[in-house]
């Protein structure tokens, strides 16, 4: 659900869809929660890799960057920076996610949370929401970020178009 604080990008190709990650890498860090929502085949995946990437390249970490749909988390250390990579599709209830100890994280890390809808009331209303979907042409995405929490707003004003 979009917050009062909203902004639309439509990214051409994968590739500025990944440019569009690694710029959203170099602003995010410790406390903060990203929710990646969108069908499937939508980016968020390939989104959320090229961002985590960036993120490690600071540190000289070249890893393998999975999709976590069958682990449910992968987690990186960019430096001093933990990073939660989530995806919560094959959970069907809210009390699963505090199982894994995602809330936990939210504090201490930077948390990367794909299918945000099976959170329940468990997302965090501070966090900066990107909603994915098919675009005209094949290869288009469009971008959807908001955010309830004001602190966004600099954030994405200084996006830019991708």
């Known amino acids: 659900m979009p917050g009062p604080h909203t902004r639309r990008f439509t ?3 994968a590739a500025q869809t990944a440019e569009f990650g690694r710029r959203l890498g170099g ?23 090229a961002l985590i990437q960036h993120l490690l390249e600071g540190y000289d970490a070249v890893e393998d960057v999975p999709s976590p749909t069958y682990t449910l988390v992968q987690t990186y250390f960019a430096g001093p920076l933990e990073i939660w990579h989530a995806d919560l599709y094959r959970l069907s209830h809210p009390d699963e996610v505090q199982e894994l100890g995602l809330t936990d ?21 501070s966090a900066l929401s990107i909603s994915f979907a098919p675009g005209a042409a094949e290869n288009d ?7 309830s929490d004001p602190r966004w707003t600099s954030l994405m004003a200084t996006l830019g178009d991708a």
């Open 141 to 147: 995405r469009l971008i959807t970020i908001s955010a």
């Open 27 to 49: 602003q995010v860090g410790r406390g903060d929660v990203v929710l990646l929502s969108g069908p499937i085949g939508a980016g968020k995946t390939h989104f959320a890799r």
């Open 11 to 13: 990214t051409r190709s």
């Open 105 to 125: 994280a939210y504090e201490s890390a930077l948390c990367l949370i794909e299918w945000p809808d099976r959170l329940g009331g468990l997302a965090p209303l």
